[in-house]
C-alpha cells in the first residue's frame, strides 16, 4: 500500500511538472510575440508608405493590404481610408494608362466616366467601384470638410447607380469650400476641386442635356480662379 501511495504521488508531480513546464513555455512564447510586434513589426507610418509606394507603383492589391494592416491599428484615419479608396477606383478603372491617386487627377476621373465607362461598364469593376465608395463614405464621416474626400465621394456618383446626386454633391462641395478660412480657399489643391467641381456641375447638365444650364455653368467655372 505504501509503495503504490509514493508511486501515485511521484506520478501526480510529473504530471504536475509537466503542466507547469508548458505555461512556462506558453508564458515565453507569448512574450516573444509581444516583444515582436513591440519592436520589430512594421509601425502605421511604415505601412501607410509602403501602402502608398504600393499605390504609385499600381500594386493596387498590395497597397490595400498595407492599408487594411495601418487601419487595425488606426481604423479610423480618413487619409488611409482614402488612399484605400483610391486603389479600389483603379482596380475598377482597370486601365495601366490611367490612374487615379490623388487631387490633381480630378477631372481625369469624371472624365473617365464618359469617354470610357459608360459604355464598358461591368459587374466585377462597379464592384471595385462600390468599394471605393465605401471608403470615401467612411473617410467623408470622419473629415466631412476635406474637398478631396467629398469630390471623389460625389464623382463615384457617375459610376454608381445608387451614389450621390453629381450635382446636388459637387454645389455642396462648392459651398464647403466657400466657407473655408481665406488662407485655405487660397491653397492650390483646394481651388483645383473647386474648378473641377464646378466642370463636374457642368458635365451632369450635359448628360441631361439642360443645355442652357450648361451655358450658364461653363461660364462661372471659366469665372473660376
Known sequence: MTLS???????SEKISI????????ISA??????????????????LVEEGNIHLEKGEYWKAIRCYDKALEIK?????????????FINLGIDNESISVTQYSDAKKFIDYYFECYKNQSTMA?????????????EAKILKPEDPEILFYYVSLGFYLPT?????????????????LPPYKKEQYPVKLIKRCSWYGICIAYKEYGEEVKVEECFRKLNETN
Not at 5 to 11: A, E, H, T
Not at 77 to 85: A, E, M, Q, T, W
Not at 125 to 137: G, I, K
Request: charged share 20%.
Open 163 to 179: 451614389g450621390p446626386d453629381p450635382i446636388n454633391g459637387f454645389n455642396e462641395i462648392i459651398n464647403t469650400i466657400e466657407n
Open 75 to 87: 481604423p479610423d484615419d480618413p487619409n488611409v481610408l482614402r488612399d484605400k479608396g483610391y486603389a
Open 125 to 137: 469593376r462597379q464592384y471595385y467601384f462600390e468599394r471605393a465608395f465605401q471608403c470615401f463614405s
Open 18 to 25: 509537466a503542466v507547469s513546464i508548458v505555461a512556462i513555455c
Open 29 to 46: 512564447i507569448s512574450l516573444y510575440i509581444s516583444v515582436y510586434v513591440t519592436w520589430f513589426a512594421p509601425t502605421f507610418e511604415q
Open 5 to 11: 501511495l509514493n508511486g501515485s504521488m511521484k506520478k
